[in-house]
């Protein structure tokens, strides 16, 4: 049961109390865990005395488990219950034991205020591509090419060959090239060249990576010319990507372009309300909340560029002597305030629209995005935490209120497509979950901060 006990601004304070039946539940929850998942030598599995046990994970473990779990469910419980939305919170629990109740306190911020403009007046416009024959021609040519092989031929070189060449010196190595896609100086240098020639190929100053590159010459030798062989639209081309015929494989390919082409068209429209919402939308937001969600995305940056084996001090110092810092850390300021005022927006009009997510449906989109990460439901709500598990249900609130507008505009097919999309949005928010907790409710970090 949840308890307002103040809330003074965007201050607000409640507490929380889970009756002794759930804390015992919980308890003999943890303890069949751990005596079927404990090995104890001596004792046959799930027969070691709890005594036992205890000593294998050690003292206090089993108050720990049950204590996280208990907030992990009763946190976003209690603030979905006294209909806050909470941008960060501390959480401070009180003792734990077994036949008593369990209380906590948690004190936070909610959201600032946001009033929207007459949504329901915005003309959403964008339309499906068409796909017409000849992008269903394009695309078949694209299938060609992608699928074109290559014979050996005795001529000097044309403009769509595949020329493998040898290039001289110490790191010299063997390698093909596509002519139709090399750059202007390599394919000058190599047209009209015969297999066994020597050529000179003149590189221009050019940058790559953290390094400036003068102009040089590389010298290669021409080891053979490959002349591409297209194969033609007909039943054995259409055989040789697993279609019966060539025109089951035309009706395939439009079909799955004119799936893509919804989508698109889907997620234009989308975009073009979510701007509109935003454009039209009133809100004093607080520094503080730019401060954090700039933070958790400059901390993804910093993971990103770690995974990649590079520090974030080396990429910092990089920019400073590129005299670039101020312009990087200004782009992310800004990409913070629009994630800020896109997701401040959409969870105004889920409020509008009274919208719910049932202990169902976010059980169900819970269970898929373990899936999709290859772990347990378990598991999903320890990583994520209490805050992180009452951020992820607010993110299910902001996707499925934009359905419901976009469908009442007329704008999109999403009456049949809702459940679908919502289980597109918990896999698309699976990929949040190691933002900081208390940043997840607006948090949508990327690996670049210029441009959305």
């Given at each position: 049961?949840?308890?307002?006990?103040?809330?003074?601004?965007?201050?607000?304070?409640?507490?929380?109390?889970?009756?002794?039946?759930?804390?015992?539940?919980?308890?003999?929850?943890?303890?069949?865990?751990?005596?079927?998942?404990?090995?104890?030598?001596?004792?046959?599995?799930g027969k070691a005395p709890r005594k036992v046990i205890e000593g294998r994970v050690g003292k206090g473990y089993v108050e720990q488990e049950v204590r996280d779990r208990l907030l992990q469910t009763h946190y976003p419980q209690g603030a979905r219950d006294l209909k806050l939305n909470l941008v960060d919170a501390t959480i401070d629990p009180q003792n734990l034991a077994s036949g008593q109740s369990?209380?906590?306190?948690?004190?936070?911020?909610?959201?600032?205020?946001?009033?929207?403009?007459?949504?329901?007046?915005?003309?959403?416009?964008?339309?499906?591509?068409?796909?017409?024959?000849?992008?269903?021609?394009?695309?078949?040519?694209?299938?060609?090419?992608?699928?074109?092989?290559?014979?050996?031929?005795?001529?000097?070189?044309?403009?769509?060959?595949?020329?493998?060449?040898?290039?001289?010196?110490?790191?010299?190595?063997?390698?093909?090239?596509?002519?139709?896609?090399?750059?202007?100086?390599?394919?000058?240098?190599?047209?009209?060249?015969?297999?066994?020639?020597?050529?000179?190929?003149?590189?221009?100053?050019?940058?790559?990576?953290?390094?400036?590159?003068?102009?040089?010459?590389?010298?290669?030798?021409?080891?053979?010319?490959?002349?591409?062989?297209?194969?033609?639209?007909?039943?054995?081309?259409?055989?040789?990507?697993?279609?019966?015929?060539?025109?089951?494989?035309?009706?395939?390919?439009?079909?799955?372009?004119?799936?893509?082409?919804?989508?698109?068209?889907?997620?234009?429209?989308?975009?073009?309300?979510?701007?509109?919402?935003?454009?039209?939308?009133?809100?004093?937001?607080?520094?503080?909340?730019?401060?954090?969600?700039?933070?958790?995305?400059?901390?993804?940056?910093?993971?990103?560029?770690?995974?990649?084996?590079?520090?974030?001090?080396?990429?910092?110092?990089?920019?400073?002597?590129?005299?670039?810092?101020?312009?990087?850390?200004?782009?992310?300021?800004?990409?913070?305030?629009?994630?800020?005022?896109?997701?401040?927006?959409?969870?105004?009009?889920?409020?509008?629209?009274?919208?719910?997510?049932?202990?169902?449906?976010?059980?169900?989109?819970?269970?898929?995005?373990?899936?999709?990460?290859?772990?347990?439901?378990?598991?999903?709500?320890?990583?994520?935490?209490?805050?992180?598990?009452?951020?992820?249900?607010?993110?299910?609130?902001?996707?499925?209120?934009?359905?419901?507008?976009?469908?009442?505009?007329?704008?999109?097919?999403?009456?049949?497509?809702?459940?679908?999309?919502?289980?597109?949005?918990?896999?698309?928010?699976?990929?949040?979950?190691?933002?900081?907790?208390?940043?997840?409710?607006?948090?949508?970090?990327?690996?670049?901060?210029?441009?959305?």
């Open positions: 049961m949840a308890e307002l006990i103040s809330r003074e601004g965007n201050k607000v304070e409640f507490k929380v109390s889970v009756p002794a039946a759930e804390v015992n539940r919980m308890y003999d929850q943890v303890w069949a865990g751990l005596a079927r998942d404990v090995r104890v030598p001596g004792f046959r599995p369990f209380d906590f306190t948690v004190r936070g911020e909610t959201y600032p205020e946001v009033k929207l403009g007459d949504w329901r007046g915005v003309g959403v416009t964008a339309a499906a591509p068409e796909i017409t024959d000849e992008v269903l021609g394009r695309t078949l040519s694209d299938l060609q090419e992608r699928n074109a092989t290559f014979e050996s031929v005795e001529r000097p070189i044309e403009a769509s060959d595949q020329v493998t060449i040898q290039e001289q010196g110490e790191d010299g190595g063997t390698y093909p090239i596509y002519l139709d896609v090399a750059e202007e100086h390599v394919r000058a240098a190599l047209l009209g060249k015969q297999k066994g020639d020597t050529v000179e190929i003149t590189v221009p100053a050019h940058q790559h990576g953290d390094h400036e590159h003068p102009e040089h010459t590389v010298t290669v030798t021409v080891q053979d010319v490959k002349t591409k062989q297209l194969q033609e639209l007909n039943d054995e081309f259409a055989k040789s990507l697993n279609f019966d015929s060539i025109e089951r494989l035309r009706t395939d390919l439009k079909g799955e372009l004119e799936r893509r082409a919804q989508q698109e068209g889907d997620n234009a429209r989308r975009e073009e309300f979510v701007t509109a919402l935003v454009d039209g939308m009133t809100v004093d937001i607080p520094q503080a909340l730019l401060d954090r969600r700039r933070e958790a995305m400059l901390e993804e940056i910093k993971d990103d560029l770690g995974r990649q084996g590079v520090q974030w001090g080396e990429y910092e110092a990089f920019m400073k002597e590129q005299g670039k810092l101020d312009e990087f850390m200004a782009d992310l300021a800004k990409n913070a305030e629009t994630r800020v005022r896109r997701d401040l927006a959409l969870e105004q009009l889920a409020e509008d629209l009274n919208v719910q997510v049932s202990d169902l449906e976010f059980n169900q989109t819970m269970s898929a995005l373990a899936q999709a990460n290859n772990l347990t439901p378990e598991q999903l709500s320890s990583q994520l935490g209490p805050n992180g598990l009452n951020s992820y249900y607010i993110s299910l609130m902001r996707e499925k209120g934009l359905q419901q507008a976009i469908a009442s505009l007329g704008g999109e097919q999403a009456t049949e497509k809702s459940a679908d999309k919502t289980d597109e949005q918990a896999e698309q928010n699976g990929n949040e979950s190691e933002a900081p907790a208390e940043e997840q409710s607006t948090a949508h970090p990327e690996n670049q901060p210029a441009g959305e």
